[in-house]
């Protein structure tokens, strides 16, 4: 089954603890995302990748980092969380940017305390 | 910097009734989605708009593009109470930084 796989889904952590939401996706799409969803803000997005090994920010990258070692994975990482960074995670793939519909994955609800 | 705004934010129809939800934004894109959301769920693609004039239906659901009044819209038809979910668009940001621009979304509800 195609699919987006995000783990955890949910997470409670402490100010300042690393930590890594992953991301997989077994489509072989080349496009990946990450985005936050607050409410009255809708979904933004944190960074994306094009491809292996290419990655750029997008509106709100700012505490999060992010890699592309592997066509399928890409994970997340905060390497501080702050009380601000508590939101709801998603990521998403698309065959190629732009052209296609992104698929999602179910989503990581982040408590940062 | 592109900026997506949909109307309403907040939708309460009865069944049975028409309703269309709007898209506005701010620079120029070929590339519209519509995504529906149910609460506690993920984001489910509705439709793919990539042209000036394309129009797509699904059931009860007709989208479409005008990418010359940068206006997208979704219609409903004859709502029922499965419509109810939250609906946002995304722009796609062409040129040198390729971001998904999302709307804040509209909730709908349709009561019987």
């Known amino acids: 089954e195609a699919q987006v796989t995000q783990n955890p889904r949910y997470l409670i952590t402490v100010t300042g603890k690393k930590l890594t939401v992953t991301c997989s996706q077994n489509m072989n799409h080349e496009y990946m995302s990450w985005y936050r969803q607050d409410p009255g803000l809708g979904l933004r997005q944190i960074y994306y990748s094009m491809n292996v090994e290419v990655t750029d920010k997008g509106d709100v990258p700012e505490g999060y980092k992010v890699s592309r070692k592997e066509k399928r994975n890409f994970p997340l990482i905060l390497e501080s969380p702050s009380p601000n960074q508590t939101s709801l995670y998603f990521c998403?793939?698309?065959?190629?940017?732009?052209?296609?519909?992104?698929?999602f994955g179910q989503g990581t609800r982040l408590t940062v305390v | 910097e592109l900026k997506v705004e949909q109307n309403p934010l907040f939708l309460s129809m009865q069944e049975g009734k028409n309703y269309t939800i709007y898209c506005n934004y701010s620079?120029?894109?070929?590339?519209l989605y519509w995504y529906r959301q149910d609460p506690g769920k993920s984001l489910e693609s509705l439709f793919v708009l990539l042209s000036n004039g394309a129009v797509k239906q699904e059931g009860r659901l007709m989208a479409s593009l005008d990418t010359k009044a940068r206006l997208s819209t979704l219609h409903i038809t004859a709502a029922v109470h499965d419509l109810s979910a939250t609906y946002f668009c995304a722009v796609f940001l062409q040129g040198g930084s390729e971001k998904l621009v999302f709307g804040k979304g509209t909730k709908l509800t349709v009561n019987p």
């Open positions: 620079t120029t894109s070929d590339r």
């Open positions: 998403a793939s698309s065959k190629s940017y732009g052209n296609t519909e992104a698929f």
